[in-house]
């Protein structure tokens, strides 16, 4: 069955960056697309963009742009997700979601907490 | 951006009865040129991941109960529960995926009364 599994809980620093990565199996993985949802403490889910996993190309949503990066290794069926220059209003769950016609799959999360 | 609006926040329903929400998105999410709502809805139960349940606004993920059904085109969509079981207790999101950035509304909890 389609899995997508993350990395664990992070605490962090103000200022610091975060690696979260994601390994999908059950499905090939670069038919799919992986995206980036955040989700912080009685908030509403927040889209980050997404990466393309054939060819790597990306897309950013402008609120993230320019301290968001999305990588992948399609040898390892997994993909990578580096945030930057973090602050508290970061702490969150991040989750990786399989997309294309539907987002279908999602990772189980990785909570970020960002704290001096 | 688009907005997605949801009502109610919250509402509680009787085991057995009838569950409706709502969720309005500030502009269109119909493509014309496919004739399809780029619309889906999601359903999270605490110490867990969404769960999708319906895309296309109205196509519904391979097992999910037929309770569940989801309506609607343009702006305006409703996920109904026919027949509220204790199971279905859960917050409930739309989101569109019309253009970028994708959008989610800002979540219905659904409990039992």
């Known amino acids: 069955q389609v899995q997508l599994v993350q990395s664990g809980a992070e605490v962090k620093k103000p200022g610091t960056s975060v690696k979260v990565s994601c390994k999908a199996s059950?499905?090939?993985?670069?038919?799919?697309?992986i995206h980036w949802v955040r989700q912080a403490s009685r908030q509403r889910l927040e889209w980050m963009g997404w990466i393309n996993s054939d060819n790597g190309d990306t897309k950013y949503s402008w609120k993230f742009q320019g301290r968001v990066t999305f990588m992948r290794d399609t040898s390892a069926s997994t993909a990578y997700m580096e945030l930057n220059s973090l602050r508290s209003e970061d702490t969150a769950v991040y989750y990786c979601v399989r997309g294309g016609d539907k987002y279908d799959s999602w990772g189980q999360g990785t909570l970020v907490t960002v704290s001096s | 951006d688009i907005v997605m609006t949801q009502f109610p926040d919250s509402l509680a329903v009787s085991l057995g009865e009838r569950a409706t929400i709502n969720c309005k998105s500030s502009?269109?999410?119909?493509?014309?040129?496919?004739?399809?709502?780029?619309l889906a809805w999601y359903q999270q139960k605490p110490g867990q991941p969404p769960k999708l349940l319906f895309y296309?606004?109205?196509t519904r993920e391979y097992g999910v109960p037929d309770r569940f059904s989801g309506s609607g085109s343009g702006t305006d969509f409703t996920l109904t529960i026919t027949s509220l079981q204790a199971e279905d207790v859960a917050v409930y999101y739309c989101?569109?995926?019309?253009?970028?950035?994708?959008?989610f509304g800002g979540g219905t909890k659904v409990e039992i009364k």
């Open positions: 296309w606004a109205s």
């Open positions: 502009q269109s999410v119909l493509y014309s040129s496919n004739n399809k709502n780029y």
């Open positions: 989101q569109q995926y019309y253009n970028s950035p994708l959008t």
């Open positions: 059950g499905y090939t993985f670069t038919s799919r697309a």
